[in-house]
C-alpha cells in the first residue's frame, strides 16, 4: 500500500489525504496501527457530492458527520484500516495535535489552523489508522513564513482571533447575532476567508455557511470549530 494509492481511493470518495505521520505511543492513536492519515474535502466538488447525498436530504441532525461515518468507514474497510473521527464524544480523538504532528497544519498568526493547501479553511473529517508503515512524502513549508501581509490577523471584525490571547467566543458570537454578522454567516469566518491560501482552495460558500450555522448554534455557544 502506497500513499498514492490511499489517495486515489480518498478521491473516489471526494476526500483528499490532508497529512500523514507515523505515530508514536504520545499520540494516542490505536494500537498496532504504523500510519495515521488524516482525510479532509476534496476541492472543487465536495459539496455537490455532499448535498447529493441522502444524509444531507433526509432532514436528520447532524448530516455531515453521518456522511463522514459512511464515506470513511467504507474507505476504511476498502483499505484495512481503522476509521477515527473528530466528533462522537467525549472522549474525542486529538485531531489538532494529530493535524498538526503531520506536518501539513500549523497555529496561524491569528490563531487557527492553516494547511498548506486548505488554508485557514481547513477541515477534518476522519483519518485511517493503517497497520502498515507507508514511505510518506516530504513535508511542506509553512506558507505563514511567506505571506508578506498576513490579512488574517485584521480581517475579523471584532478581533476575535489572536494566536496570543486565544479565541474570543463571547464578542464572535455577539458579533454574528448582529447584522453586520451575516457576512460571515453566509460567507465563512472573514479571518479564514482572509487566508491566501484559503482563496485558492475552491471551497463553496454554502458551506462555509453551512458550517457557521452549526458552529453558531451549538449550546452554550462554547466550542470551537
Known amino acids: 500500500m502506497s500513499i498514492g494509492e490511499v489517495t486515489a481511493a480518498a478521491h473516489r470518495a471526494q476526500l483528499?489525504?490532508?497529512g500523514a505521520f507515523h505515530p508514536t505511543p504520545e499520540d494516542r492513536a490505536p494500537q498496532g496501527r504504523r500510519t495515521l492519515v488524516l482525510l479532509g474535502p476534496r476541492e472543487p466538488g465536495?459539496?455537490?457530492a455532499f448535498t447529493d447525498s441522502p444524509e444531507y436530504?433526509?432532514?436528520s441532525a447532524h448530516p455531515l458527520d453521518r456522511w463522514s461515518t459512511r464515506v470513511i468507514t467504507?474507505?476504511?474497510e476498502e483499505l484495512d484500516a481503522e476509521p477515527?473521527?473528530?466528533f462522537g464524544g467525549p472522549p474525542y480523538q486529538p485531531f489538532i495535535s494529530w493535524a498538526m504532528r503531520s506536518g501539513r497544519?500549523?497555529?496561524?498568526p491569528a490563531g487557527p489552523l492553516v494547511h498548506d493547501t486548505a488554508g485557514m479553511m481547513v477541515s477534518y473529517r476522519g483519518a485511517l489508522a493503517m497497520r502498515a508503515k507507508i514511505s510518506l512524502p516530504a513535508r511542506p513549508g509553512k506558507p505563514c513564513v511567506t505571506c508578506a501581509t498576513q490579512p488574517c490577523l485584521n480581517a475579523c471584525p471584532v478581533d476575535a482571533l489572536s494566536a496570543q490571547t486565544g479565541y474570543d467566543l463571547a464578542a464572535c458570537h455577539g458579533f454574528l447575532d448582529t447584522a453586520a454578522g451575516a457576512d460571515c454567516m453566509s460567507r465563512g469566518c472573514a479571518a479564514?476567508?482572509?487566508c491566501p491560501v484559503s482563496q485558492n482552495h475552491a471551497r463553496q460558500e454554502a458551506?462555509?455557511?453551512f458550517h457557521m450555522r452549526s458552529f453558531h448554534s451549538m449550546p452554550a455557544k462554547s466550542k470551537p470549530r
Not at 105 to 108: D, I, K, L, V
Open 46 to 48: 465536495f459539496w455537490a
Open 84 to 86: 477515527l473521527f473528530p
Open 207 to 209: 458551506q462555509s455557511a
Open 192 to 194: 479564514r476567508r482572509a
Open 74 to 76: 467504507a474507505l476504511a
Open 105 to 108: 497544519a500549523w497555529q496561524s
Open 57 to 59: 436530504q433526509d432532514g
Open 16 to 18: 483528499d489525504v490532508f
